[in-house]
């Protein structure tokens, strides 16, 4: 694949502006890396059309991600020195609801086609929304961020055996399409978030975490389609709904 001239969109002042347009309407703070990067990627990357605004941030909030969960220091997919490569990261079988053998992050590909992730119609179009986040035992750590209760699509969202700690943005309980929340073996601390905002979710597995504080009150209670539900060793007191 090759690459054109720099898009007639590449300017950092315009792009910056769409960022913190963004940060202020989410109450977000600018991650500077991320921003550093998704102007090096339009203006190295030849994109000859204008995205729209939301596109700019759908690759913004994986930059995020991708900064806030140290992915430098990924086993495997972290981003190449060369935003233009073409080189693919295999993930584990256990990796099993998106692409096992995408893209590294970060470079002029598709988001839709890099490793651990998927879109719902699967076209590899820049248009899809991102639907599945998995990246199973590959040495992610760091913590969540909030930006990311804003890919409004999620359906699954699962970063079993990793070493993840901090708290579960509370923010992730909008996320009203998730099926799937999978961290069990990481190192998260704090509160359970609460999940009635998410009334279709089919499994939760938190288990062998350091969360905290009480279940009562959390929703689990109004979750009629949940087939599966593992908090166990976790710090968790009081009772139990």
């Known amino acids: 694949m090759s690459y054109g001239p720099p898009s007639p969109c590449c300017d950092p002042d315009y792009i910056e502006q769409i960022v913190n347009n963004a940060a202020t309407l989410n109450g977000w703070t600018v991650d500077e890396e991320a921003l550093r990067w998704l102007i090096d990627d339009s203006c190295k990357c030849g994109r000859m059309v204008c995205w729209d605004d939301a596109q700019y941030i759908q690759r913004y909030i994986l930059a995020t991600f991708y900064y806030s969960t140290n992915g430098d220091k990924w086993e495997t ?51 899809d929304d991102i639907t599945r986040m998995d990246m199973a035992e590959n040495n992610v750590s760091g913590e969540l961020p909030e930006e990311v209760a804003a890919l409004n699509e999620l359906q699954i969202l699962s970063f079993e055996e990793n070493k993840i700690g901090g708290p579960i943005p509370a923010e992730y309980s909008g996320l009203a399409n998730l099926l799937l929340f999978d961290f069990d073996k990481n190192e998260l601390t704090g509160p359970l978030p609460d999940f009635s905002g998410i009334p279709d979710i089919q499994q939760i597995d938190l288990t062998k975490n350091e969360l905290e504080g009480v279940i009562v009150g959390k929703g689990l209670d109004q979750l009629t389609s949940l087939a599966f539900l593992d908090l166990s060793e976790n710090k968790f007191e009081g009772g139990i709904p």
């Open 77 to 127: 997919c972290s981003r190449p020195s060369n935003i233009q490569s073409q080189q693919r990261c295999p993930l584990g079988a256990r990796s099993q609801d998106a692409n096992q053998n995408g893209f590294r992050w970060l470079t002029c590909n598709d988001e839709c086609g890099w490793g651990g992730l998927s879109c719902e119609s699967g076209d590899g179009t820049i248009t």
